[in-house]
């Protein structure tokens, strides 16, 4: 291979690598800024007078698990158009639809203004932002690592999942920001509809970076290929969603539900919640690439299997941590910094791990399925899961069993991932019976 040659295809990796990870972090920001501000959310939308607060959360979060449950008929749905006419065109279909969908969310009427028809409204924009977000991650996946350099499909897959981390970030501080600059009265009239507004001009950034982006040279080469049996895909789906709902429920329970378990149950601010969950997020964010360069040399088992276990072993301790008043809030931020970090060695090799389950001509619509149909079960449903059973059994301890139990379950699923060997991890497709071998 010339020296022309490594550099255009170097150039290409990286542009694949921002193309494919901008939408994700916009669609991250967004649903990280709907759980931020989900008492708000709550209180304008689904309060009518002489509801309770915590019947209006517990709907508030019933729209948020529904837009998680339209993820799998958008990975199906994009899937197919993906494996069929090509990554590229239907990447930018669906930035596109995020985009508007968000941003719509920031111009509702509220209930106070529109009566019912103010859920229904955000529910439908919900729905939307469900069914592109579940074309988004599989596509962007496929992308990222069908143009990754041999060896280091782990490290350019990490980086789908470093953008939930800055994508979460990005909210909290957006969410964080407003509470500092505004006060309640203004926060809850006007300020909750900025960060949704602000997705505008971040999607046209997105969708010009994608405009700008080739096709994968494994989609052209293999578009025609056959497609392995349908029995084979939708038993590799199931096990690529066994092995990612700890990473999916521990994920979403201390990166994105904890800000509203720390102010209805332990009684914390708003600011205070919103500090927790940036150093949970950060704690996330860190450890994340390393986790994906890591598991290109000792295997994505290992890593993986490290962080689900270590949310078994220490979710109720740091639970109990924080519900302790007697604690410092510096051990207390410490613990939660923690938190995200374990989640993070799940992260990393994630995506890689996915893509590499599937061929070429099914991944797409494969690793998308499997990605959405474990985040529709564990995350969707997870702040509704635990607000619900903490109203019903008065356990502040939810949060924890929640995270373990899914971890824990994971862990097995892991545990039937072959042990790396040296082979092409970087390897644009492999069938699905032989792809972890070739592909740790």
Not at 27 to 33: A, D, I, L, Q, S
Not at 286 to 302: C, F
Not at 346 to 364: D, I, K, Q
Request: charged share 15%.
């Amino acid at each position: 291979m010339t020296r022309l040659h490594q550099d255009h295809r170097a150039v290409r990796s990286r542009k694949a690598l921002v193309a494919g990870s901008v939408g994700n972090l916009i669609e991250w920001y967004e649903f990280g800024v709907y759980g931020y501000f989900a008492t708000v959310i709550a209180a304008r939308f689904f309060t009518p007078e002489g509801g309770s607060e915590a019947e209006a959360l517990v709907k508030t979060y019933a729209s948020f698990a529904l837009a998680f449950f339209f993820r799998p008929v958008g990975a199906a749905l994009f899937g197919r158009l993906g494996d069929r006419i090509g990554r590229r065109p239907v990447l930018i279909l669906v930035i596109a639809l995020m985009t508007v969908a968000t941003t719509l969310i920031g111009a509702l009427p509220t209930y106070d203004r529109v009566g019912a028809l103010a859920p229904w409204l955000l529910t439908f924009l919900r729905v939307l932002q469900g069914l592109s977000a579940g074309g988004e991650f599989g596509g962007a996946v496929s992308v990222m690592t069908e143009f990754a350099p041999p060896g280091r499909r782990g490290l350019y897959g990490s980086w789908q999942s470093f953008t939930v981390a800055l994508g979460l970030l990005c909210g909290a501080g957006a969410a964080a920001l407003l509470a500092t600059v505004l006060n309640a009265e203004q926060l809850a009239d006007w300020g909750w509809r900025l960060p949704f507004l602000l997705t505008l001009p971040l999607g046209l950034g997105a969708l010009w970076l994608r405009l700008r982006l080739d096709e994968t040279p494994a989609f052209r080469a293999e578009r025609e290929a056959e497609r392995p049996p349908v029995r084979e895909v939708a038993g590799a789906i199931v096990l690529g969603a066994g092995r990612i709902m700890g990473w999916a429920a521990a994920g979403y329970t201390f990166l994105v539900v904890l800000p509203s378990y720390l102010q209805s149950t332990l009684d914390a601010t708003f600011q205070q919640a919103l500090i927790a969950t940036v150093l949970a997020n950060f704690g996330f964010a860190v450890t994340i690439v390393p986790a994906g360069w890591l598991s290109d040399r000792l295997g994505r088992r290992a890593v993986m299997l490290t962080g689900a276990l270590l949310v078994v072993v220490l979710a109720v301790p740091l639970l109990n941590l924080l519900q302790d008043p007697g604690v410092s809030l510096t051990v207390k931020g410490a613990a939660v910094w923690g938190a995200g970090a374990v989640v993070g060695l799940m992260a990393g090799p994630g995506p890689a791990m996915l893509a590499e389950l599937f061929p070429t001509n099914v991944r797409y619509t494969g690793l998308g399925l499997a990605y959405a149909l474990s985040n529709a079960v564990f995350s969707g449903c997870a702040g509704l899961i635990i607000a619900e059973t903490i109203e019903r059994t008065g356990s502040v301890d939810i949060p924890a069993y929640y995270a373990a139990a899914t971890c824990a379950v994971s862990v097995l699923a892991l545990a039937t991932v072959p042990k790396a060997r040296v082979g092409g991890p970087g390897a644009a497709a492999a069938p699905v019976g032989d792809a972890e071998g070739k592909a740790r």
